[in-house]
């Protein structure tokens, strides 16, 4: 990114690093900046920030002008760089320049940090597209509880490293607004661990508060002032400076990410975290071009699946996860991808949660051709030593004995001499691959000529084969047609004889039946008509009797409406009648007492004469109007009556007449049934014998049946011919005669049989005879194309065979792979490369170098290799804080975690946001993160207090006991839980820090947890969704739930032989856990580690049960388990005693157990004893061992038990991850040791439930020891 220029502030004393000046300072910043911010606006103190160049760094303040009151970039130091530079988003400014501060010139860092952003934006194409509010909420939602519980185990109080006593001299306001609280500390001592430290306040009565110091000053500590807390001035206090906190990285990761500090894309980040089935998956896949580990020896060869997995890393935009259960070669994965990303130029971040694994990666990868590895860590003790030369102040170390400065140009002549033997070994090489390439295409071609001569001769022989065949097929079908011809005559000649002799016995009798039957079915269609006659006669009649009803009810409903019409006619008449004599006696009324004022108002119309007159004349004309309507309704009340007789008259006689055609009807019909049942007697009659069975048949449908098969079958039979469909089998009425007509029916079915079958065999013969004559040329020119076809074939392999032989003699004495001659030519180009460069570099070699010491010159180079770096290693944490300093501001393009099943999502994060892809390693199936047992009692603690104190449960003591059930643990170690968070409790709440400092934190963070559960035992919730934080993986969550295209499962495994992965293939993988055959497994040095008298199978499992000394004894809030402890010894003994008198190597040995105080025992027991021929790799707790494997490993099951196997026993023997460790660290032999009984019932289900994991993990195990070959079960050694 360009921009116009920076303008930086100084103060006077500013001087640049000795033997530089500031404008060399200047020049190689104008060159290009990065910069980086390193105290976020959420700490105590101005903003900070690094710029830096390629050579120097400047550490910059914001402040403001005391005068202008504008932001300005205060330089305070300058340094030679000795970071790692960033690589991505870089500045380059027109003009860099140093201006004293008292000048004031305006530049803010924070504007030109959004300037960055902006560009970052748009380089990423993610302008105008922001994250989804969605999204956005559930990481504030899911992360900022997360956030507020980091911030609550943060103040989990510690053990004081140093105490100080001090008096509060004043209260002042902070440079954040907050107070600050100024202590004077006597006797004055070194305060310098107390700066920007956690602190406890213990005031004089005894309240204790949690806070942090500002700033150290001439004996005197400023505090961040407590809320609650306002100290008077002279208050004495103890001071108590606190252990760093564990998880302060992770909190610091959280904050930078919620912050949108991150530099990968944070949408992607985002939906990997709360949304992994959001993501895009790059489709499809492409494969690098070329494999690392293709090109050497030392590595073993990648499967497809594998490969998948690397091309997966490479390709994807964001993320990538690889699954693998132990042995399936993550490691190899990680090693390829490490060098296909460095070579294609990335800067690579490995990370891992443990030492062990990071080592096992990077000693396998630091040495490769184009890996630049630097190691990281504060405590070089816990590297390995083989790998301690990647560490910061031993890189470039090496390189002491090989800077040599000769004079210029005395090495030109060797480098000439090599050059022209390279570039004729190059040439050589070259004409042996064209050689090799022709060789292979000749061999391709003499192998397609002998598999053409081979398929020739076969051709010949078959075609030789297939004629002989086809004539004697034709010859045999030829005779058998013949036959058929001969048999078809004979039976031909039988059926006819047969059919003539039956016909000349059935004539007489069945020629006399098919009239009569048709005469009786003639009768059946007359009476059937005639019933048709009388159906349709009774339905008119019908119609006829409705319709008169009907239109006689009309007719009387007519009749009646008229009658109502006349009588309401007839009253509103009589109503307007006496309306006219009230208005008549009105207008006499009003006459008679008129006056002459009235007689004027009448002569005008008005007054109450002419009022009186004019409701006469209306009431007149009413009478009228009815009258009329009166007489209306009488006429048509007569027109009415005299409808309604004559329609009762019409229809009448319709209903008459229907009944008089019925009856005629009903006589027709009836005389047809007469006339059909007379002559079915006739028929009967003729019938003979038949005559009783027919006579009886009252069925019609049955009578139809016999009718028709004597009108049509019985003629058909006479004539000859076989009518389709033809029914006589089932007639019984006809007795004999069904009899005689069936013999007859199969007589003409065999005679039209045997005439066919007569046919069918002369054409038969006919095509024969001339296919045999057209199959005899057919065959002779097929013959003649096969041999001259086996001749051409001859020909062509002799020729090619004759041309391998030539190129085979010009190959003699060299390898014939090209693949080999390919890595000769490229190690060659790249020596020829080189050596074409080598004077001119010399020279300028010399030039640099001429006026440095050797020390200062490795020196140098150790900065550039350091600075150079494209492969940085380091545990999860061990990425920052302490011994981190050099990458402290580095970014990078990708990072890889290892074992990511033990990281937790905050963890990750630490990473995570420095880089800008992630492809995470490592199995759901494994242990989970580790869990610092404080910060649970913690959690406990605090929960049991709110719960408390809020009234929800009885004592604090039952609080914590109810809430102790969200751990799954043995019995006896949850009784030292519940004692153990006691006391925290009981220490929180009497020491005040409980009411002073965590209960409104915890208030809000309890609340928050709370609004996303369901309500049912909200304690129980709040701390299991707390724990779940520390304890699960961000691999367990988000492997099964990422697109299919961002996932690879690696199953087939090379650590161990095929009856160890046995144990665990089906009961924890579910059959995807595979192995190759043995024979592949040997030719890695994976066979059998047996003993030849007693330890005879390579898996053995020890039962103590028959010991009365096999029980566990509690010790150190664990158990342990003498009789296990000697069956161990004597075990390891066995081993050592064969391996020496066999003479065979010695093999490493790993001891585990699952409880620490056995461990321990063990440990010291092992280790004193003198066995020459074991390597001691780990003796330890399971937990210890994940990532590693060992020859022989032994595990010590610790407990047991004689009664009743209770759910809550052994909880730790349940865990299916760590039983999966613990069984998978063996790679040629494994004996465990253990109480038979008490490990056959664990997990056993309550009644009616289902079996859980470690249940069928279990039952899978000693199914094995009692069944497989593989396996044995030993009480004695």
């Not at 504007?111 to 956005?136: F, H, T």
């Not at 007492?593 to 004349?617: D, E, I």
């Not at 009578?703 to 004597?710: D, E, I, P, Q, T």
Request: proline share 4%.
């Amino acid at each position: 990114m360009r921009i116009a220029e920076i303008l930086l502030s100084t103060q006077q004393r500013l001087a640049p690093p000795d033997g530089t000046t500031l404008d060399q300072v200047i020049d190689d910043m104008a060159g290009g900046i990065w910069i980086a911010r390193y105290r976020t606006s959420g700490q105590q103190g101005p903003l900070t920030y690094r710029l830096g160049g390629s050579r120097f760094e400047a550490r910059v303040r914001r402040r403001k002008g005391q005068s202008s009151g504008a932001w300005l970039a205060e330089v305070t130091t300058i340094e030679v760089t000795s970071s790692m530079p960033r690589r991505y988003d870089r500045i380059v400014p027109t003009v860099v320049s140093f201006e004293p501060n008292y000048r004031e010139l305006a530049f803010d860092m924070e504007d030109l940090l959004r300037q960055l952003e902006q560009w970052r934006q748009i380089y990423r194409g993610r302008v105008g597209a922001p994250a989804s509010e969605q999204l956005k909420r559930a990481v504030h939602l899911e992360y900022g509880r997360l956030e507020r519980l980091l911030e609550i185990v943060e103040q989990r109080p510690e053990v004081a490293e140093q105490t100080v006593e001090g008096v509060v001299l004043s209260v002042e306001e902070g440079l954040d607004g907050a107070g600050t609280v100024v202590l004077d500390v006597k006797p004055v001592t070194d305060l310098a661990d107390f700066d920007r430290r956690r602190v406890t306040i213990t005031a004089s009565n005894g309240v204790t508060l949690n806070t942090s110091v500002q700033r150290i000053r001439a004996g005197r500590i400023a505090i961040r002032q407590p809320g609650h807390w306002s100290p008077k001035r002279g208050t004495e206090v103890t001071v108590n400076l606190v252990k760093p906190f564990g998880m302060r990285q992770n909190a610091l990761a959280l904050k930078s990410f919620l912050n949108g500090e991150v530099e990968g894309s944070w949408d992607d980040l985002a939906c990997l975290l709360c949304q992994p089935h959001g993501l895009a998956a790059q489709e499809p896949l492409a494969l690098p071009q070329r494999f690392f580990c293709d090109d050497s020896d030392s590595s073993v060869p990648l499967n497809e699946e594998q490969r998948r997995a690397v091309a997966g890393a490479m390709s994807t935009p964001h993320a990538f996860v690889v699954q693998g259960p132990p042995g399936t070669g993550k490691t190899e994965v990680i090693c390829e991808i490490v060098r296909q990303l460095t070579a294609r130029g990335e800067r690579v971040l490995l990370l891992a949660p443990t030492h062990v694994a990071v080592d096992e990666v990077l000693g396998r990868i630091g040495h490769k051709p184009g890996v630049r590895p630097l190691r990281i860590t504060w405590d070089d003790d816990r590297v390995h030593e083989s790998v301690r030369d990647y560490l910061e102040p031993n890189v470039g170390a090496g390189l002491t004995g090989l800077v040599v400065r000769p004079a210029k140009g005395a090495r030109d002549p060797l480098w000439a001499g090599e050059l022209t033997r390279v570039e004729e070994r190059i040439q050589d090489a070259q004409q042996a691959i064209s050689a090799i390439a022709d060789k292979r295409r000749q061999a391709t071609a003499l192998a397609h000529t002998r598999v053409a001569l081979a398929a020739a001769a076969e051709r010949l022989d078959l075609s030789r084969s297939r004629a002989d065949q086809e004539l004697a097929n034709l010859n045999d079908a030829t005779e058998s047609a013949t036959a058929r011809i001969d048999a078809a005559a004979s039976t031909l000649s039988r059926a006819v004889r047969i059919h003539d002799a039956l016909l000349t016995t059935a004539r007489p009798i069945l020629e006399p039946l098919p009239p009569l039957a048709r005469s009786w079915q003639a009768a059946m269609r007359v009476a059937a008509t005639a019933a048709s006659a009388l159906d349709a006669v009774n339905t008119e009649l019908g119609r006829a009797t409705r319709l008169m009803s009907h239109d006689v009810a009309e007719a009387k409903n007519a009749v009646a409406r008229a009658g109502q019409d006349n009588r309401v006619a007839m009253a509103r008449l009589e109503g307007a009648l006496a309306e006219l004599r009230r208005a008549q006696l009105d207008l006499n009324n009003a006459v008679s007492h008129q006056n002459q004022l009235g007689r004027m108002l009448t002569a005008m119309n008005l007054g109450r004469v002419s009022a009186a007159r004019r409701r006469a004349a209306e009431a007149e004309a009413a009478v009228t109007y009815l009258r009329n309507r009166s007489r209306a309704a009488i006429e048509r009340q007569r027109t009415a009556e005299d409808q309604t007789a004559a329609v009762e008259a019409l229809r009448t006689n319709d209903v008459v007449a229907a009944r008089e055609r019925a009856g005629n009807a009903r006589q027709q019909m009836d005389a047809a049934v007469r006339q059909s049942t007379l002559r079915w007697i006739w028929l009967a009659e003729a019938a003979g014998d038949a005559r009783t069975s027919m006579t009886q048949v009252a069925d019609m449908n049955e009578r139809r049946r016999v009718a028709a098969f004597l009108a049509g079958t019985v003629p058909a039979l006479l004539a000859g011919t076989l009518p389709a469909g033809a029914d006589h089998g089932e007639l019984a009425a006809l007795g004999s005669i069904a009899q005689i007509a069936g013999q007859l029916s199969q007589a003409v079915a065999d005679l039209v049989a045997a005439e066919q079958e007569q046919r069918s065999a002369l054409e038969d013969q006919t095509w024969c005879r001339r296919e045999l004559e057209v199959g005899r040329d057919r065959i002779e020119n097929s013959l003649a194309a096969a041999e001259q076809d086996f001749t051409n074939a001859q020909s062509r392999h002799d020729a090619a065979a004759e041309r391998v032989g030539k190129i085979s003699q010009i190959l003699a004495g060299q390898s014939e792979d090209p693949a080999d001659h390919s890595r000769d030519i490229e190690q060659l180009e790249r020596r020829l490369h080189v050596l074409r460069r080598l004077p001119a570099l010399h020279q300028r070699w010399c030039e640099l170098t001429s006026g440095q010491s050797d020390d200062l010159l490795l020196a140098d180079i150790r900065e550039s290799l350091v600075r150079a770096a494209n492969l940085v290693c380091a545990t999860t944490k061990g990425i920052v804080g302490r011994g981190s300093q050099v990458v402290r501001y580095a970014d990078y393009d990708t990072l890889i975690v290892d074992e990511a099943s033990r990281v937790t999502e905050s963890e990750f994060l630490i990473g995570a946001t420095r880089a800008r892809r992630w492809i995470l390693v490592g199995d759901e199936h494994q242990l989970p993160p580790h869990v610092d047992q404080r910060d649970e009692h913690f959690l406990h603690a605090l929960t049991a207090l709110h719960r408390f104190h809020r009234g929800a449960g009885e004592s604090l003591e039952a609080s914590v006991q109810y809430l102790a059930q969200v751990w799954a643990e043995d019995e006896e170690l949850h009784k030292f839980r519940a004692e153990s968070v006691l006391a925290v409790a009981e220490e929180l709440n009497s020491s005040g820090l409980w009411a002073a400092s965590f209960r409104d934190p915890f208030d809000s963070a309890y609340r928050r947890v709370q609004s996303s559960g369901n309500g049912n035992d909200p304690d129980r919730q709040v701390l299991t969704a707390m724990l779940r934080h520390l304890v699960q993986s961000l691999f367990q969550r988000v492997a099964p739930r990422v697109p299919a295209g961002l996932r690879q499962e690696l199953v087939w495994q090379r650590r161990m032989i095929e009856p160890l992965a046995r144990i665990v293939a089906q009961p924890v993988y579910g059959g995807r856990y595979r192995t190759p055959p043995a024979a592949d497994l040997a030719a890695i040095g994976l066979t059998p580690l047996v003993l030849a008298e007693t330890l005879t199978k390579p898996v053995t499992f020890v039962d103590t049960s028959h010991f009365r000394d096999s029980g566990d004894t509690p010790q150190d809030h664990g158990f342990v388990n003498e009789r296990e402890q000697d069956f161990v010894e004597r075990v390891c003994r066995l081993y050592n005693e064969d391996l020496g008198r066999s003479g065979s190597k010695p093999v490493t040995v790993s001891v585990l157990a699952f409880y620490r105080a056995q461990a321990q025992q063990l440990s010291r027991r092992l280790r004193g004893l003198d066995l020459p021929h074991l390597q001691w790799e780990v003796i330890d707790v399971i937990d210890r061992i994940q990532g590693q494997q060992s020859d022989l490993v032994i595990i010590s099951f610790t407990r047991a038990h004689t009664g009743r196997i209770g759910p809550g026993y052994g909880q730790w023997l349940q865990d299916i991850r760590r039983l999966n460790v613990a069984f998978t660290r063996a790679r040629r032999a494994l004996v465990f040791v253990g109480h038979g009984p008490t490990l056959s019932g664990l997990g056993a289900p309550s009644a009616g439930a289902s079996p859980g994991p470690a249940r069928i993990f279990y039952e899978n195990l000693f199914s094995l020891v009692d069944q497989d070959d593989d396996f044995m079960r030993v009480r004695r050694l």
